[in-house]
């Protein structure tokens, strides 16, 4: 699939983030399968090997928002 999303590029961020989220809304409500690549399985697996070695490297919820934008979530 080839898409010309050059007129998004002068989109204001805000408007940009919408789009996202609008998209990520639509993946998340349509029945079609969602086709993994086998790398990005891998690198769940890894990441998960990870976390089960060193749990205290996750971040919880609060400080997550904190790193993002301060706040308290």
């Given amino acids: 699939m080839s898409t010309d999303i050059n007129h998004l590029r002068n989109l204001p961020v805000a408007d940009k983030l919408l789009?996202?989220?609008?998209l990520w809304d639509d993946i998340h409500d349509s029945?079609?399968?969602l086709v993994l690549r086998d790398w990005h399985l891998e690198e769940a697996k890894r990441r998960a090997i990870d976390l089960d070695a060193n749990p205290a490297s996750a971040?919880?919820?609060?400080?997550?928002w904190k790193l993002v934008d301060g706040s308290d979530g």
């Fill in 31 to 33: 029945d079609e399968p």
């Fill in 19 to 22: 789009i996202v989220e609008q």
């Fill in 59 to 64: 971040l919880t919820r609060d400080e997550l």
